[in-house]
Structure formats: structure tokens, C-alpha cells
């Protein structure tokens, strides 16, 4: 029956569209459930809220101060969502749920127009069905709508150099479009991947076909059109020296472990294949042989697109989760691909798949059992513990009902269910059934757990900080780095610059009330008279300078 249906909605335009609205909604419901998390979060909405406030919409800022390390398209998205739904989480997420909902349309008219509906609607399905990506599209960071654009940019690419339609000048053009998109984004890394991954598919198929000159030219013109754009009027309204700043933190990110983000070589492998469940699984086949040639040379480029960025940001020191997610997409093309080809009895389930997909499946299955019954039993943990902040932030009372549990429950049933399917060569059942799972678990995950683990990780403060909105004060972190003070205070706009100067708030001849906010391992304000502890909850102590 499930197959059935699938063939009508793949092979029907408009039934294939609005299914893929429908399964959009779980990118939308739960926006606004959890407060945003710091670091990227809450900087990002920040930055755009801070657009708001100041009136200026062209210059990217923190703390009302120039922040060069971000281009700002993906801010002006977020201040389009605030303007339409209040500065709150759900409009801090908004744009990416919307492009959610745009990647699914993508890959299915993609897979439409060179393979077939149903391949389009297998890859929508598949990527909507899995855990980080269909994370990401419920979150504020910039990193959904940057790999949108970059995938754009080499898919058009791919139809230049296959040179097998006319008009190949126009999209050359709509490449360049997207690739300067993509950097007016997050910067120049996102021509760095096309030109990385362009390279190796050229190197690979040995330099033939190559794109002609005029090609080349038009690409040039769409990329440097949209950037210039952009650097004219931050030129205009700010002058180079946010330029030269940019630039340079870019190449620092990728020299050094900034922010304390060093990890492994190794890590975003291990992010990627259990992360990216069960598309990785799916995907498998397709990087240990050869396959037939695929029209636009479809698996050369995924796969160069998939290694470039793997490799790429495994050497680069600063590792952080969403870095490697440029990858989804391509793996997501070949567990497809993979999958419709097997559904069509010319590719082979192997048995090899079904135990991986027990395996990963099971580590997901046991970490959203256990971490619920883990964290209503936390105190167990804490003779075991290292790290006192860890555990009087553990120590903040949170309420759990004992049934977060039946979460991982439901999912490891579903997973049990699907590897059946699998191991039965029902595939499209296996496909719908773990999607369905996935997505489920989620948004359950979303409502029940989550909001407890913010709770003690940065409940207290930002509590703190909406408590004392609109109060003419100034409000700073202490001896470790935030945003939340800026966003969940709302920070207004035209505070005096000597703000700005720690040592102005702690000893300076202040001008409005200071708040500041330490770790509870940090007690180094209270030996300074000035200030008073007014309150510690979990990890954090809250203390008050008044002016005198």
C-alpha cells in the first residue's frame, strides 16, 4: 500500500509539492519551544536584533561594535522574520525552517528533471528523515541557508560543463549568482568549496570537459556582482577597515583552534556517519565502486563536493559540529540515488547496511533513552565529576517526569521496525517508516528533553536577564564569554562606549547601575566592594554594582 501511495505523490507534481509542505510543518512547530543557545544562536539573532534597534541595516554588529567575523545576508533574513514576528526565538529560526522547506522542493524537482519523480522524492524524503540535517532546519544558525547556496552554485555548474542544453552563458551567470551568495553569507569559504570541488572533478575526469572562457567570464560577473554589491555599500557607509578585519579573522579561523573548538582529525568523520543516520548507511555503496555514468556526472561532483569539505575542515584547527554540514546534501544524493536503484532491483540491499543501520541506530536509540534517565538521576554522576561549574549547573532544579525515557523507546521501535523493512527488501516502507521516526523523535526530543537541558545549562541567566529588561543599567558577562547578556536583556541602542570597558564597570565612575554575571567557580567579585551578590542559582552567581 505505502508503495503505491509513494508512486502517485512522486509521479504528481502537485501532490508531491504539497506533501513536501506538509512534512515542512516539523521544521516550523516547536520554533519558539527553547531558548536560544549560546554561542551561534544567540549571536546571530543578536546581531540582527541589533540591526533593529540601531537602524543601521548594512553594518553586522555585537554589543553596538563592529563584528567582522560574519557577512550579513543572513541577518537581513533574520530581521525580515522579526520584523514580521516580533524578536523572539521563532523568528531568530524562521528562515531556516523556510529553507527547509526549499531544500525538499529542490531535490525533488532536481531529482525530477534528471532522474525521475520518484528519485526526487526518495532524496526529500531521506534528507527531511535525518537527524542533523532535519536538526539544523530548527535552529538560528547561518550554516542551512550558506550550504543551500553553494549547492546551487555547483549544481548549475554541473549543467554548464555537461554542456548538453543551450543557454549555457545564463547559467553560468546563475552560478556565479549563488557562489556570491554563498560568501555574502559566511564569507569566502563558500567559493572556496565550489572552486575546491571544481578542481577535483576536473582533475578526475582529467581536465575534460573544461569551461569555456566565456563561461568562466559570466560566473565571474554573477559572483562579483552580488559580492560588489554588497562591498560598495559597506565601503560607502563604513570604510575598508571592516574588510581588512574580516579577511583576517577568516584566515585565522581556519589556522587556529579559536574559540577552544580543537578536535581530532578524525571528528567530523565520526559527526558525519552517525550524525547524518540513516543517509550515511544508505549512502555507503556508492563510495566503494564505481557506478554507471550519471547524468551531469551527478556522483563524480557529490562526491568531490562530499571529500573537499570532509578533508577540508578536518585539517582546518577549529572543528566545530556544523563545519562538516556541507556534506549532508551530497550524502543525502547518493543514499538516494542508492535507494531508488534498489527499489528498482539494480542495486542490492546488502547485509552489511542492515547491521550498520542496528548499530548506529541503536547509539541514537540508547542516547535518547538514557540521557533523560541520566539527568533525573544526575546526582548519581556528580562523585564522578571533575568540573565543580558542571555540577552546580546540573544541581539547578529541573523537573523530570520519569517518562522522557519512553522517547528513545518509541524511536528504538521504529528503528526495528525499519531495519525489518530493510532486512526484507521493503525499502519504501523502511524509508517512510524511519523518517517518520526520526522526524517524531525530534520533535518530542523538542518539547520534553530539550528545554530541560537548557534549563540548567542557561536557564538561570537568561531568566535573569529578561528579569531585568528595560531597566537602565548595564549588564556583562564576567570572566567568561556570552551573548545572552546583549539579546535577553535587549541591550538598547546609544549606551555610552565606555561600556564597553570592563574595568570601567567593575572599578570606573559608572553612570547607571552594573549587573554581572560569573560562573560559580568565579569568585573574584566578591572581594571587590563594589559589587553585591544578589543571587547564585545552579552554575552562576548574580551580582549588582550601584551607582552612587
Given at each position: 500500500m505505502i508503495n503505491k501511495y509513494f508512486n502517485i505523490i512522486a509521479n504528481n507534481t502537485k501532490y508531491s509539492v504539497l506533501f513536501l509542505i506538509g512534512l515542512s510543518l516539523f521544521f516550523f512547530i516547536g520554533l519558539g519551544n527553547v531558548h536560544l543557545f549560546d554561542w551561534d544562536e544567540i549571536n546571530f539573532a543578536e546581531s540582527a536584533r541589533e540591526m533593529?534597534?540601531?537602524?543601521?541595516?548594512?553594518?553586522?554588529?555585537?554589543?553596538?561594535?563592529?563584528?567582522?567575523?560574519?557577512?550579513?545576508?543572513?541577518?537581513?533574513?533574520?530581521?525580515?522574520?522579526?520584523?514580521?514576528?516580533?524578536?523572539?526565538?521563532?523568528?531568530?529560526?524562521?528562515?531556516?525552517?523556510?529553507?527547509?522547506?526549499?531544500?525538499?522542493?529542490?531535490?525533488?524537482?532536481?531529482?525530477?528533471?534528471?532522474?525521475?519523480?520518484?528519485?526526487?522524492?526518495?532524496?526529500?524524503?531521506?534528507?527531511?528523515?535525518?537527524?542533523?540535517?532535519?536538526?539544523?532546519?530548527?535552529?538560528?544558525?547561518?550554516?542551512?541557508?550558506?550550504?543551500?547556496?553553494?549547492?546551487?552554485?555547483?549544481?548549475?555548474?554541473?549543467?554548464?560543463?555537461?554542456?548538453?542544453?543551450?543557454?549555457?552563458?545564463?547559467?553560468?551567470?546563475?552560478?556565479?549568482?549563488?557562489?556570491?551568495?554563498?560568501?555574502?553569507?559566511?564569507?569566502?569559504?563558500?567559493?572556496?568549496?565550489?572552486?575546491?570541488?571544481?578542481?577535483?572533478?576536473?582533475?578526475?575526469?582529467?581536465?575534460?570537459?573544461?569551461?569555456?572562457?566565456?563561461?568562466?567570464?559570466?560566473?565571474?560577473?554573477?559572483?562579483?556582482?552580488?559580492?560588489?554589491?554588497?562591498?560598495?555599500?559597506?565601503?560607502?557607509?563604513?570604510?575598508?577597515?571592516?574588510?581588512?578585519?574580516?579577511?583576517?579573522?577568516?584566515?585565522?579561523?581556519?589556522?587556529?583552534?579559536?574559540?577552544?573548538?580543537?578536535?581530532?582529525?578524525?571528528?567530523?568523520?565520526?559527526?558525519?556517519?552517525?550524525?547524518?543516520?540513516?543517509?550515511?548507511?544508505?549512502?555507503?555503496?556508492?563510495?566503494?565502486?564505481?557506478?554507471?555514468?550519471?547524468?551531469?556526472?551527478?556522483?563524480?561532483?557529490?562526491?568531490?563536493?562530499?571529500?573537499?569539505?570532509?578533508?577540508?575542515?578536518?585539517?582546518?584547527?577549529?572543528?566545530?559540529?556544523?563545519?562538516?554540514?556541507?556534506?549532508?546534501?551530497?550524502?543525502?544524493?547518493?543514499?538516494?540515488?542508492?535507494?531508488?536503484?534498489?527499489?528498482?532491483?539494480?542495486?542490492?540491499?546488502k547485509k552489511y547496511q542492515t547491521v550498520l543501520f542496528i548499530i548506529v541506530g541503536s547509539i541514537w536509540g540508547i542516547l535518547l533513552t538514557a540521557m533523560p534517565l541520566i539527568m533525573k538521576n544526575k546526582e548519581l554522576l556528580f562523585p564522578y565529576m571533575n568540573d565543580p561549574f558542571a555540577v552546580e549547573s546540573m544541581s539547578t532544579p529541573i523537573h523530570w517526569s520519569g517518562f522522557e525515557f519512553l522517547i528513545g523507546i518509541l524511536f528504538f521501535i521504529g528503528m526495528i521496525i525499519s531495519a525489518v523493512f530493510l532486512k526484507r527488501k521493503m525499502l519504501e516502507k523502511a524509508l517512510v517508516t524511519i523518517s517518520k521516526t526520526v522526524a517524531f523523535s525530534l520533535l518530542l526530543v523538542l518539547f520534553f528533553i530539550l528545554p530541560k537541558i537548557e534549563g540548567f545549562t542557561q536557564g538561570p541567566v537568561v531568566s535573569f536577564y529578561e528579569s531585568i529588561q528595560g531597566e537602565d543599567c548595564y549588564v556583562e558577562s564576567f570572566g567568561y564569554k556570552s551573548y545572552a547578556q546583549y539579546y535577553y536583556f535587549q541591550q538598547p541602542a546609544g549606551l555610552s562606549d565606555q561600556r564597553k570597558d570592563q574595568n570601567w564597570l567593575v572599578h570606573g565612575d559608572i553612570d547607571k547601575n552594573v549587573y554581572m554575571v560569573s560562573k560559580s567557580t568565579n569568585t573574584q567579585l566578591d572581594s571587590i566592594s563594589n559589587f553585591k551578590l544578589i543571587d547564585k542559582v545552579g552554575g552562576f552567581r548574580f551580582y549588582k554594582r550601584e551607582m552612587k
Amino acid at each position: 500500500m505505502i508503495n503505491k501511495y509513494f508512486n502517485i505523490i512522486a509521479n504528481n507534481t502537485k501532490y508531491s509539492v504539497l506533501f513536501l509542505i506538509g512534512l515542512s510543518l516539523f521544521f516550523f512547530i516547536g520554533l519558539g519551544n527553547v531558548h536560544l543557545f549560546d554561542w551561534d544562536e544567540i549571536n546571530f539573532a543578536e546581531s540582527a536584533r541589533e540591526m533593529i534597534a540601531s537602524n543601521d541595516y548594512l553594518r553586522v554588529q555585537i554589543n553596538y561594535s563592529p563584528f567582522w567575523e560574519k557577512p550579513p545576508f543572513f541577518f537581513w533574513l533574520q530581521v525580515g522574520a522579526m520584523k514580521l514576528f516580533g524578536i523572539n526565538e521563532f523568528a531568530a529560526r524562521f528562515p531556516n525552517a523556510l529553507f527547509g522547506l526549499i531544500y525538499l522542493l529542490t531535490f525533488y524537482f532536481i531529482g525530477k528533471k534528471h532522474f525521475s519523480a520518484k528519485l526526487g522524492l526518495i532524496w526529500a524524503v531521506l534528507f527531511f528523515g535525518s537527524f542533523l540535517p532535519h536538526l539544523y532546519f530548527k535552529s538560528g544558525i547561518i550554516d542551512p541557508v550558506f550550504n543551500y547556496f553553494i549547492f546551487m552554485s555547483i549544481y548549475f555548474l554541473m549543467r554548464v560543463l555537461a554542456k548538453e542544453e543551450a543557454q549555457l552563458g545564463k547559467l553560468a551567470l546563475i552560478s556565479g549568482v549563488f557562489s556570491g551568495l554563498s560568501a555574502i553569507t559566511k564569507g569566502p569559504v563558500g567559493f572556496l568549496l565550489l572552486g575546491l570541488t571544481l578542481l577535483i572533478y576536473l582533475i578526475l575526469k582529467k581536465f575534460k570537459p573544461f569551461p569555456h572562457i566565456k563561461h568562466i567570464a559570466l560566473f565571474f560577473v554573477g559572483m562579483l556582482g552580488v559580492i560588489g554589491a554588497w562591498l560598495s555599500m559597506e565601503v560607502a557607509q563604513n570604510g575598508f577597515a571592516i574588510i581588512q578585519q574580516f579577511i583576517e579573522y577568516q584566515i585565522e579561523l581556519f589556522n587556529q583552534p579559536v574559540a577552544g573548538h580543537a578536535q581530532p582529525f578524525y571528528y567530523h568523520f565520526v559527526v558525519v556517519f552517525i550524525g547524518c543516520f540513516p543517509i550515511s548507511i544508505f549512502a555507503l555503496p556508492y563510495f566503494r565502486r564505481e557506478s554507471e555514468r550519471l547524468t551531469l556526472d551527478f556522483r563524480v561532483w557529490m562526491l568531490s563536493l562530499f571529500w573537499v569539505v570532509l578533508i577540508l575542515f578536518s585539517i582546518s584547527t577549529t572543528k566545530i559540529v556544523h563545519y562538516s554540514s556541507m556534506t549532508y546534501i551530497p550524502l543525502s544524493f547518493l543514499a538516494a540515488y542508492f535507494l531508488y536503484q534498489a527499489i528498482q532491483q539494480k542495486e542490492e540491499w546488502k547485509k552489511y547496511q542492515t547491521v550498520l543501520f542496528i548499530i548506529v541506530g541503536s547509539i541514537w536509540g540508547i542516547l535518547l533513552t538514557a540521557m533523560p534517565l541520566i539527568m533525573k538521576n544526575k546526582e548519581l554522576l556528580f562523585p564522578y565529576m571533575n568540573d565543580p561549574f558542571a555540577v552546580e549547573s546540573m544541581s539547578t532544579p529541573i523537573h523530570w517526569s520519569g517518562f522522557e525515557f519512553l522517547i528513545g523507546i518509541l524511536f528504538f521501535i521504529g528503528m526495528i521496525i525499519s531495519a525489518v523493512f530493510l532486512k526484507r527488501k521493503m525499502l519504501e516502507k523502511a524509508l517512510v517508516t524511519i523518517s517518520k521516526t526520526v522526524a517524531f523523535s525530534l520533535l518530542l526530543v523538542l518539547f520534553f528533553i530539550l528545554p530541560k537541558i537548557e534549563g540548567f545549562t542557561q536557564g538561570p541567566v537568561v531568566s535573569f536577564y529578561e528579569s531585568i529588561q528595560g531597566e537602565d543599567c548595564y549588564v556583562e558577562s564576567f570572566g567568561y564569554k556570552s551573548y545572552a547578556q546583549y539579546y535577553y536583556f535587549q541591550q538598547p541602542a546609544g549606551l555610552s562606549d565606555q561600556r564597553k570597558d570592563q574595568n570601567w564597570l567593575v572599578h570606573g565612575d559608572i553612570d547607571k547601575n552594573v549587573y554581572m554575571v560569573s560562573k560559580s567557580t568565579n569568585t573574584q567579585l566578591d572581594s571587590i566592594s563594589n559589587f553585591k551578590l544578589i543571587d547564585k542559582v545552579g552554575g552562576f552567581r548574580f551580582y549588582k554594582r550601584e551607582m552612587k
